[in-house]
């Protein structure tokens, strides 16, 4: 059994969610680490964050860009802009505000799996309803919500679904499927990346229904031989067929334990452990679960074994100093830090660790750091005597200080706002 | 040393409170190259005659630049053809030879041309283009176009070179591009905006002793290192900035933060992002940095605007006067310095358009376009063939040079790598510009 002490279940609601405050932290030790994570499966009452509804959407045009005049195109253009900038302010909202943080944490986390981006979808509509699907289906079955995600507009638009016809198969989605989101590289070959594709060709976003659907005419309908299986598959067979290949359940388990604990590869005797009984239900709750109860999972190694995100670094930090979303640096910070939500910068989502430790990145937290203690209302520290200020910060933001750190944080102790934005940029808090 | 310098550091010390941390400041935050440049020492000059020792600046152009208006076919009838109104009529442009010519905003680049210091690669490309901004960087910057690769060719470059030099690549801009992304580390950015720490001072002494003296290679220990390196980045590329006069155009980087009474610096006020967006200022400081002996190996800046959907006779007019202002100054800036003498300059977009001008007086995504390598040590002309105007593949021009050639003769050029290192394993034909 885990044991119950602050520190260890900070370590829980950290990865289980956008970075605790020391109320949440002190209540989570009281009600102890194992009954803290049954709560997180228990479906709960209604969340808060739900209260905010998403930004209206202007109804979805199709095509409708082709007989604009210049002025029209570019009042459309600046709508969807001003549409996806309000998208991307609820969804921080919402991970501030949330009582579920785990939904949203888990939204997040399929966000990078199945990464899309606004980029090239230029729908806000489309992100959202993305982003919901992530957010009902983000703990359940792993084959529902790959086939569900396939068929979903967002993805359709990413990976260029309508340009796949029977005479040249596009091989984007099948080869992403095969690759980044159900088996990794080395599993397949690309042999069963042209077969698939083929499997794929006619499906499309339908523009009158806004929906997935096929063009009959454009499907290719004869035998394929996908991952040794043969034979006429459509694009939701061959998906059952990557799902339930032996590949798939380590690589999805070392995918999930990489984000939540610390990177590994699909070979590592923690997903040797945890993949068979994922391989048999695809259950993802489940799975996830039992790596929240599994004791490398807050052994030293998955403790100091992940960089904080930009979005889990903001969002942490907005929550223990009580700021809201809106404010001006977070969005434009997140963008600095290089880490804005529907914008990962490619289909394989976000790098991890030393990806986020550029010098840039280091003067960009910095920087935000010292808005957002300004921001702040630090009475509570001010209130502290200066000898007592710096384990004062460390229980605001619940991390231990090392003794370097507390002996360099201690001679801004002075003054409030400068000590809090330094420890903002500790190793102890930028690690996730 | 500077009075400046002088001043400077003894108000870190004196913030410090304590003699550690006011040590530490001096200790762990100076390049030797820097500090040296600092007294005024002189460097040997890296030199491109030996092989593979000099100093690449990539300039990359977001948007895809319109590479039939940049290298104008101006006697193909099939240029006016397909651009009655866009394209320029033989009178207007800057002739290179009886085929090519310059476009007209481009009279600087023609002096580097007569000068046998601008080469022009013609119908750079790679197979199976996308049309994707988007993807299309991506595969520029990471230099592998058949799958999604997260770091980029000169990222993979830095990740040989572990042990490493933090200066070794710099870019200049908020964020890092991709192409000095490597798996095991990234370049330094030198981000947009005022180059110091916020609290007008008094948060350095203190941040420095935080982000020093982390032993161990453990995450803690890597995240206390980007912050060094942050203080190594700032204090290098301050000290030599403070060794060279600034160019009319220059970036403000230099310029010591607002003293406040609060903790907070927000960053760069519209007109110094304003003048740091701009090429020439971002070239300048360049310049600045590289005669200064600033060690660094691969400088990279960007210049966006080239997405010319919609009217581009005149957005791309002033778009090719800002980077022929741009890239004529800091050429001729090297070839008057002896540590320019091995610099090199070399634009990137992340396509061509095409051929024919759309209705709404601009040109849609295309593929192959030329690209320019600039500096006082290259061997000018033109190298690859020019794409036919009318042998399209779905109107787009066929690609005549790939991509990766180019790479590969800077890596082997001017980086003195294996280029294989840094391409996949695959080898690709020089170009000989270098």
């Known amino acids: 059994m885990i044991g119950s002490d602050r520190s260890t279940v900070a370590h829980l609601l950290r990865r289980t969610g956008f970075g605790p405050t020391a109320a949440e932290v002190d209540a989570a030790a009281a009600k ?168 794929f060709t006619g499906w499309y976003l339908n523009p009158r229904t806004d929906a997935w659907a096929i063009q009959p005419n454009q499907h290719d309908g004869g035998l394929k031989t996908v991952l040794g299986q043969t034979g006429p598959w459509g694009g939701e067979q061959v998906i059952h067929i990557a799902v339930n290949h032996p590949a798939s359940a380590p690589f999805v388990t070392a995918r999930l334990w990489s984000h939540l604990a610390y990177p590994v590869a699909p070979n590592d005797p923690v997903v040797a452990d945890l993949a068979p009984a994922f391989a048999r239900d695809h259950d993802i709750g489940a799975l996830v679960r039992r790596m929240l109860l599994d004791d490398r999972f807050v052994a030293p190694a998955a403790r100091g074994g992940l960089v904080k995100q930009p979005v889990e670094w903001m969002i942490g930090t907005l929550r223990v100093l009580g700021l809201p979303a809106t404010g001006p640096r977070v969005l434009a910070g997140l963008r600095q830090l290089g880490q804005v939500p529907f914008e990962p910068p490619n289909v394989g989502g976000w790098p991890q660790n030393e990806y986020w430790l550029s010098t840039a990145s280091s003067l ?52 409030e706002r400068e000590l809090v934005a330094l420890a903002l940029v500790a190793p102890e808090f930028v690690l996730a | 040393m500077t009075k400046r310098q002088l001043s400077r550091r003894h108000f870190i010390a004196g913030a410090a409170g304590v003699g550690i941390a006011g040590a530490a400041a001096v200790a762990v935050t100076r390049h ?157 950015a030198l981000p947009a905006g005022t180059l110091a720490l916020p609290g007008g001072g008094r948060l350095d002494a203190p941040f420095t002793a935080l982000e020093s003296a982390v032993a161990g290679g453990d995450l803690a220990a890597r995240i206390a290192q980007s912050g060094s390196d942050l203080l190594t980045v700032i204090h290098s590329v301050k000290d030599v900035l403070a ?107 992340e396509f061509g358009r095409r051929v024919a001008q759309n209705a709404s007086g601009g040109t849609d995504h295309g593929t192959a376009a030329p690209l320019f390598v600039a500096g006082p040590g290259i061997k000018g002309g033109f190298y690859g063939d020019q794409p036919s105007l009318t042998d399209l593949d779905q109107g787009d021009l066929r690609f005549t040079t790939d991509f990766r050639s180019v790479y590969a003769t800077v890596a082997d050029r001017v980086l003195g790598v294996d280029p294989r290192a840094l391409l996949d394993g695959q080898s690709f034909p020089a170009l000989g510009f270098v």
């Open chain 1, 32 to 199: 102890g680490y194992d009954a803290v994570v049954a709560a997180l499966f228990e479906p709960t009452a209604a969340d808060p964050a739900d209260s905010t509804p998403p930004p209206a959407f202007a109804a979805y045009t199709p095509g409708g860009q082709r007989n604009l005049t210049p002025e029209q195109r570019r009042a459309l253009n600046q709508q969807r802009v001003a549409e996806f900038g309000a998208l991307q302010s609820w969804w921080l909202h919402r991970m501030i505000t949330t009582e579920r943080p785990f939904r949203e944490k888990l939204t997040f986390l399929w966000h990078g799996h199945f990464a899309t981006s606004f980029e090239k979808v230029r729908r806000a509509d489309a992100m959202y309803r993305q982003n919901q699907l992530f957010r009902t289906m983000g703990l359940g079955n792993f084959e529902d919500l790959t086939q569900a995600v396939a068929k979903d507009p967002a993805m359709l638009v990413w990976l260029d679904a309508g340009t796949d016809k029977k005479a040249h198969p596009n091989e984007n989605f099948a080869r992403e499927l095969m690759e980044l989101f159900v088996l990794g590289l080395g599993a397949y070959s690309e042999d069963d990346v042209r077969e698939a594709a083929r499997a």
């Open chain 1, 364 to 415: 960009a937290r910095l920087n935000i750091a010292a808005a957002l203690a300004t921001a702040a209302d630090l009475s509570a520290i001010r209130a502290v005597s200066p000898s007592g200020r710096v384990d004062a910060v460390a229980h605001l933001l619940s991390v231990e200080w090392s003794a370097h750190t507390a002996s360099s944080l201690q001679p801004v102790a002075a003054n």
């Open chain 2, 32 to 188: 030797p190259v820097a500090r040296a440049a600092a007294k005024g020492a002189h460097f040997s000059p890296a030199a491109l005659a030996e092989g593979g020792k000099g100093t690449l600046v990539l300039i990359a152009l977001y948007g895809g630049n319109d590479g039939e208006n940049t290298v104008i076919p101006f006697h193909d009838p099939a240029y006016l053809g397909g651009r009655p109104t866009l394209g320029y009529q033989p009178n207007e442009v800057i002739a290179l030879d009886n085929d090519l010519a310059l476009h007209p905003s481009l009279k600087g680049l023609k002096s580097l041309w007569d000068a046998k210091q601008l080469a022009i690669v013609r119908g750079v490309g790679y197979p199976s283009p996308t049309h994707s901004h988007f993807r299309g960087m991506d595969i520029w910057q990471s230099a592998v176009p058949d799958r999604d690769e997260i770091t980029g060719w000169i990222g993979r470059w830095i990740d040989t070179t572990v042990g490493k030099d933090p200066l070794l690549t710099l870019s200049l801009g908020p964020t890092l591009p991709k192409v000095v992304t490597g798996a095991k580390a990234t370049g330094a």
């Open chain 2, 243 to 349: 060794t060279q006069p600034a160019g009319s155009g220059s970036t403000s980087l230099e310029v010591a933060p607002p003293d406040s009474t609060t903790t907070v610096t927000t960053g760069p006020t519209k007109a110094q992002a304003q003048a740091q967006r701009g090429l020439a200022g971002q070239l300048d400081t360049i310049g600045r940095l590289i005669k200064g002996g600033l060690p660094t190996r691969v400088y990279v800046v960007a210049m966006g605007g080239f997405d010319t959907h919609v009217t581009e006779k005149a957005n791309h007019a002033t778009l090719m006067a800002d980077l022929d202002a741009g890239i004529t100054g800091f050429v001729k800036a090297m070839a008057a310095d002896p540590k320019g003498k091995d610099v090199v300059v070399m634009t990137f977009s």
